[in-house]
């Protein structure tokens, strides 16, 4: 979730000795090749590395701590800001996500979300999500060899995604373009596609105001409709706040979960024992997607953060204004706390992975990850036996603000379950 700027903002100015610090080249041919080994060498020889984005924190105790930490903010506008876009419509887009919220007003939009977002809603959902993975899975048996993303993880994640969410199937392939459009905000070259996000912005907002009109006129069962009745202490979210809660929504939930469950595909290649475990025993879903999500997270970098104030970790001081990068994918592989950490084992228990985040940003959807994951996993492996790949796999760069394979061939043998 690093977003693939390449900022070259403020270096830390730290008190540590710049000669001992290890570095992190994040965007070096090594590393975009080889990113868990890169982090696992630089892990061993300290807490932190100096990357051109900042320092980077890879063990686990500090980077959970720094998560929690009051002190630091998400970067928000800070990244515009560094492409040289400091006002307009870009930049009071980029302030309306709520992961871009601080403070009260990050608190109250919370709070009214939270009463939507419930667990019961996503445990409600359940059935619906199994029976899209049924469905896709059975798409799939007609032949015996695919891509993995375009057969299953892009449908799937943008399917479950508007049917939680309240969007219309038949919009479902619309939305999602917009949707992607809006995600060039957290790029590289933001000015470049300036005019293709606004109007990607302009039609959604457009769109989520006429899709109001009509859950208010007739609630269902999604978020929206929910969303719409949210109430903390009187107080409702206003139109342009959920237009922004939908956008945020669909380009928080999307993504993460099909590269979230493309990497975990890839992963069990490399693992087939595994993968006929989890055929052999469903029961571990659970463990699996908690495994798959420790092992091979979709936000591979985490969420950066922007020092509000000078910043004490482990007696080095990041002063004010140091963007620092909590590399969560790395603190999962963290030995001191995982037994067998660079093993991926779905017999393991649940862990402390920091995959979601954590703090008051935590992931508001990780409940609804979880169920797509538990339902999906076994499925596949219990549809698509003897699983193997089936030509070259091409991969985004470890920078990009999601991580995983756009293109997964895979062949295997089909079975009715
Ligand atoms: C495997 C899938 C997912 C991963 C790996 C993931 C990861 C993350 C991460 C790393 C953060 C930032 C946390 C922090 O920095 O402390 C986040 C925040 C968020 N996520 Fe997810 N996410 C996933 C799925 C979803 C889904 C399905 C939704 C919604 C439908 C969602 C909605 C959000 C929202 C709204 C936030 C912002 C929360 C806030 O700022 O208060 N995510 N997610």
Not at 46 to 63: D, I, M, T
Not at 181 to 201: K, M, T, Y
Not at 236 to 260: N, P
Not at 298 to 320: M, N, Q
Request: charged content about 20%; overall charge negative; hydrophobic content about 45%.
């Amino acid at each position: 979730m690093l977003g693939s700027n390449r900022p070259g903002g403020r270096a830390a100015g730290t008190k540590a000795d710049p000669v001992t610090t290890p570095v992190l080249d994040l965007y070096g041919d090594e590393f975009r090749s080889r990113p868990h080994e890169v982090l696992a060498s630089l892990r061993e020889q300290g807490w932190w590395a100096q990357s051109p984005v900042g320092p980077a924190v890879l063990r686990h105790e500090p980077v959970q701590t720094l998560l929690g930490m009051r002190q630091l903010r998400t970067p928000g506008v800070d990244f515009l800001a560094l492409q040289g876009i400091t006002d307009g419509p870009l930049v009071e887009t980029m302030r309306s996500f709520l992961l871009n919220a601080d403070g009260e007003d990050h608190q109250r939009l919370r709070r009214l979300v939270s009463k939507a977002f419930t667990v019961r809603r996503v445990r409600d959902f359940r059935p619906v999500v199994r029976s899209c993975a049924d469905e896709l899975i059975a798409a799939m048996a007609g032949t015996d060899r695919a891509d993995f993303v375009a057969a299953f993880a892009e449908p799937y994640s943008l399917r479950m995604l508007c049917a939680f969410v309240g969007i219309p199937e038949g919009d479902s392939a619309q939305v999602n373009g917009w949707a992607h459009d809006v995600g060039l905000i957290f790029g590289l070259s933001v000015a470049e596609h300036a005019g293709r996000i606004e109007a990607a912005v302009h039609s959604l907002n457009l769109f989520i105001d006429e899709l109001i009109e009509a859950r208010r006129r007739a609630p269902g069962p999604d978020l929206l409709s929910a969303l719409i009745l949210a109430e903390e202490s009187g107080e409702l979210l206003d139109d342009a706040e959920l237009r922004a809660m939908v956008i945020t929504m669909l380009s928080a939930g999307q993504g993460t979960v099909q590269f979230q469950l493309s990497q975990a595909v890839a992963t069990f290649l490399a693992y087939p024992e595994q993968w006929r475990l989890l055929a052999d025993r469903p029961d571990l879903a659970a463990n699996a997607a908690e495994e798959v999500v420790r092992f091979c997270p979709s936000a591979l970098l985490g969420v950066p953060r922007i020092a509000k104030s000078d910043v004490e970790l482990h007696g080095t001081v990041f002063p004010a204004g140091t963007c620092l990068l909590p590399i969560t994918g790395s603190a999962n592989r963290d030995k001191a706390v995982f037994p067998r950490a660079g093993t991926f084992d779905i017999r393991r228990e649940p862990t402390a992975q920091l995959t979601f985040g954590g703090g008051i940003h935590y992931c508001l959807g990780a409940a609804l990850a979880r169920v797509e994951l538990q339902e999906a996993l076994p499925r596949l492996a219990a549809g698509l036996r003897e699983l193997s790949a089936a030509g070259e796999a091409e991969w985004l760069a470890p920078t990009e603000a999601v991580y995983g394979p756009v293109r997964l061939p895979v062949s295997y043998l089909a079975v009715q379950t």
